[in-house]
C-alpha cells in the first residue's frame, strides 16, 4: 500500500519562497512517477508539477502558471519528492498535496490519474 506525507508548507509573503517535500513508501519499482497538485477554496484540484525518472534521464512536468518559478525534484531513491516554489504570489495559496501510482497512459494533470494521494500541506501566500 503506498503512503505520502507531505510536510514544508506555511505562510509567507508575497515574493518569497517554500520547500515542500512528500515521502513516499509501498511505491511499486515499476513507477515511481509522482506529482504535486494544490486546491484553492472553491477551486478544482490543480496539477502543479510531475516527475518521472527512467534510464539516469528525468521528465519534468509543470503547469503553465508556475513554469519558472516552481521546481520539482526527486531523490535518489525515488521516494521522496520536492517542490521547490519561488517568487510565491497570492494565487499560489492552497492545499498541496502529493500524488503516486499514476495509470500508464493517462494525462498527468488530471487527479484521476493517481491511486494513491497524501493528507496534503496548505501554503499561504499574503500579499
Known amino acids: 500500500q503506498v503512503q505520502l506525507v507531505e510536510s514544508g508548507g506555511g505562510s509567507v509573503q508575497s515574493g518569497g519562497s517554500l520547500r515542500l517535500s512528500c515521502a513516499a513508501s509501498?511505491?511499486?519499482?515499476?513507477?515511481?512517477?509522482m506529482a504535486w497538485f494544490r486546491q484553492a477554496p472553491g477551486k478544482e484540484r490543480e496539477g502543479v508539477a510531475g516527475?518521472?525518472?527512467?534510464?539516469?534521464?528525468?521528465?519534468?512536468l509543470y503547469a503553465d502558471s508556475v513554469k519558472g518559478r516552481f521546481t520539482v525534484s526527486q531523490a535518489n531513491s525515488k521516494n521522496t519528492v520536492y517542490l521547490e516554489m519561488n517568487s510565491l504570489k497570492s494565487e499560489d495559496t492552497g492545499m498541496y498535496c502529493c500524488?503516486?501510482?499514476?495509470?500508464?497512459?493517462?494525462?498527468?494533470?488530471?487527479?484521476?490519474?493517481?491511486?494513491?494521494w497524501g493528507q496534503g500541506t496548505q501554503v499561504t501566500v499574503s500579499s
Open positions: 500524488a503516486a501510482d499514476k495509470q500508464p497512459g493517462k494525462p498527468w494533470p488530471s487527479p484521476g490519474s493517481y491511486h494513491s
Open positions: 516527475i518521472t525518472s527512467s534510464g539516469g534521464s528525468a521528465w519534468l
Open positions: 509501498g511505491l511499486p519499482d515499476c513507477n515511481k512517477y
